[in-house]
């Protein structure tokens, strides 16, 4: 894990994942903590203070032989979740990797979780063209997000709490071409809107303002889409190919 300068992308703080390969991260929105999940099946909760700068290890749990599909950590941090390959949805102490609360999650495997800014919501992206809401005390499924021409991958919750954004990929046989980014209002049942991006997006979040998404592209570039536009105007450049953007 490390932490860059935007302005040089010089790295100013880095703390090695040791011999197992990463797989996935959830980065809070507060930029003070990562949760990883790693190919031996442990997990791994990160600390990051920028101003010092520097990147230490909270807590890591022991090896085992499933591994997990989906880390999720709060905007500030305070709650963590993992999806896993068995449909099983665990939510954790955050001060100490101790599973709190576990879950069989009904509708197949999840691709992406993401958790709401009041920590009482999640929501699971998956294969069945739909995002799935989750109470997070109860790891509860609650309701069912549809509307939308494609598989779900990446999703995220905007500031407000209000809307899910996700990123959606038509089957390679659909007759719409393209990817897709989708939003859906949390209190209501349909998708609200889907944008053509025009770009090869292996990552996305929602904002800064509201109809604007940050992309990463599978080239490493970075760039803002504004759905209500169709803008897009690019940002920077990535040295590696992103999984997550926050």
Known sequence: VCSSDLDTARTVARCDAGRARVIDASIAKNGRSALMTLVDGSLRMIDIDPDAPSVRERWRTAPQPLVSRAPAVSPDGSTVMVAWRDDRITRHDPATGAVVAESQLA?????????GPDNRTAAASSWANEVRLIDVPTLALTRRLSGT????WGIDFTAD????????????????PGEFLGAWLVDSEAAVRDAQVHRDAVAATAG??????TIVGSDGAIREFDARSGAVRELGQGPLRANRVA
């Open 107 to 115: 509708g197949g495997s999840v691709f992406m979780l993401a958790i």
């Open 149 to 152: 021409v494609s598989h779900v």
């Open 161 to 176: 709490g209000s809307r899910i954004v996700g990123r959606m990929v038509p089957l390679a046989y659909s007759a719409v």
């Open 208 to 213: 800064p303002q509201p109809g604007v998404f």
